[in-house]
């Protein structure tokens, strides 16, 4: 039964993952398509995902044919006189006519090339302005956080880190809210916390990235230190905790007859039972009550954090939910596309540099599966889309022939010079590009199924 619920999550991950993607080649290739056409350039195919030998669907309206490809790798228009994946050469002999590409001005061509880009771009921005007016943000002031941080990863223990500490500062810049610790840590090389009073200095590794990557931790680095209370079991659960006679609101007070305050004083003295049982003392209404529970042989009991309500409720810490009229939300969602896209880049420069080992993290379809939850939740997956969205315009943006952004500084070139590149250079250059990407696309997915990173 669990290995069916596993493929069932499984299962929802990858449909969001296809619907996600399958959104933003859509969109993207009609940024391309929908520039070429003002253009009067002629568009001989429009296709989600690629075709070699079959295509699972296609019709020819007008000049077009529109398809769906078997192999789900992108998309593609294919643009008349244009150099491009297909690789139609004998095209190219014939002399140049009125309605192709490689006729029409440089700059024509400059927006036909950035016409995807632009268009996941302001994808993104609709998208976050939409979120935003429909469920508002919700943010969690540090001022407000009463009993500090909760070091869910033995990593951060080892930089310096210790439950309950209170971050002060991430690279000399005071924090705001609890949402961005996460991320922040992830290019930092300091942070300040208060711990009993006092101020200390934490120093990150420079391959903290790399050595995430190869303890395959998928949770965040850090949480908020809360007490354990205990949530509302569905009727569907069968985790041990469930079963054990734990009730909604039961607060976890001693395991074993050791007294525990917090998530992090009862994780480890549960984990040194497993395969066991363990008993939890529990205040109940005030009453104090003794539950006994198995634990797995990961030393779990399948217990998790109660709804972010009850701890607001308990003053632990504030939420502040911030809600966006229409017009409001517009500029809002801009400000939050930038703010992605400038994080994801911070990030990709990780990458560059071989000694944080970010390199390893380079992931194919199946990381990005993973980023969606195992349940349908369209606030979850909007987001989701719109960062992707950003990824796939600033990637579509680097220099490399077979991109976008090869075809742009190409273009660039013929602008500033007044020379057109040679056609036989432009071939040349797209193999090689498209050779490197296959590369970096082996590469990433190898990375998810067999550790080729190590």
């Known amino acids: 039964m669990l290995l069916a619920i596993n493929w069932g999550n499984v299962g929802i991950q990858a449909a969001q993952l296809l619907l996600s993607l399958s959104i933003l080649v859509i969109l993207h290739e009609f940024g391309h398509y929908i520039t070429a056409r003002w253009f009067k350039c002629r568009v001989e195919k429009f296709y989600l995902f690629f075709d070699p030998w079959f295509s699972l669907f296609k019709k020819k309206v007008g000049e077009t044919e529109y398809g769906i490809g078997w192999l789900p790798l992108g998309g593609y228009v294919k643009i008349a006189g244009m150099i491009d994946e297909s690789m139609d050469k004998d095209q190219l002999k014939l002399p140049a006519q009125p309605y192709e590409f490689r006729s029409k001005p440089a700059w024509q061509r400059l927006i036909i090339m950035i016409g995807g880009v632009t268009v996941n771009v302001i994808l993104a921005f609709i998208i976050y302005a939409m979120i935003l007016f429909v469920w508002g943000e919700d943010r969690t002031p540090m001022s407000s956080v009463k009993n500090g941080i909760w070091i869910t990863d033995s990593l951060m223990y080892d930089a310096g880190l210790r439950n309950g500490d209170k971050i002060v500062s991430i690279e000399d810049k005071p924090v ?107 205040n109940r209404n005030g009453e104090m009550v003794n539950v006994i529970s198995k634990v797995g042989a990961n030393g779990r009991i399948g217990l998790g954090m109660t709804e972010q309500e009850v701890y607001v409720k308990e003053g632990l810490f504030q939420v502040e939910h911030l809600s966006y009229g229409f017009f409001e939300a517009i500029p809002a969602g801009i400000k939050k596309t930038f703010a992605k896209l400038g994080d994801y880049i911070e990030q990709f420069k990780l990458i560059l540099r071989p000694e944080t080992g970010a390199y390893k993290g380079v992931g194919g379809f199946k990381s990005m599966g993973s980023i969606f939850p195992p349940v349908w939740d369209w606030q979850n997956f909007w987001s989701i889309t719109a960062f992707f969205s950003i990824v796939l315009a600033f ?39 498209m050779v490197l990407l296959l590369g970096l696309m082996i590469y990433a997915n190898g990375n998810d199924w067999f550790g080729w990173n190590k």
């Open 176 to 282: 705001t809210y609890f949402e961005d610790v996460n991320k922040n840590i992830l290019t930092a090389k300091k942070m300040v916390v208060e711990r009993n009073g006092e101020q200390k200095t934490i120093m990150f590794p420079t391959d903290l990235v790399g050595k995430l990557v190869e303890s395959k931790r998928r949770r965040r680095l850090v949480e908020l230190r809360v007490p354990v209370i205990i949530p509302k079991f569905e009727k569907a659960d069968t985790t041990f905790a469930a079963r054990s006679g734990l009730k909604e609101g039961d607060r976890i007070v001693a395991v074993d007859s050791v007294t525990v305050n917090f998530f992090d004083e009862m994780v480890p003295l549960v984990e040194k039972k497993k395969n066991g049982t363990v008993q939890l003392t529990v």
């Open 395 to 433: 990637m579509n943006l680097l220099p490399i022939p077979a991109l976008d952004g090869g075809h742009v500084v190409f273009t660039l070139i013929e602008m500033i010079t007044g020379r057109k590149p040679n056609e036989k250079f432009l071939e040349y250059a797209q193999i090689v590009g």
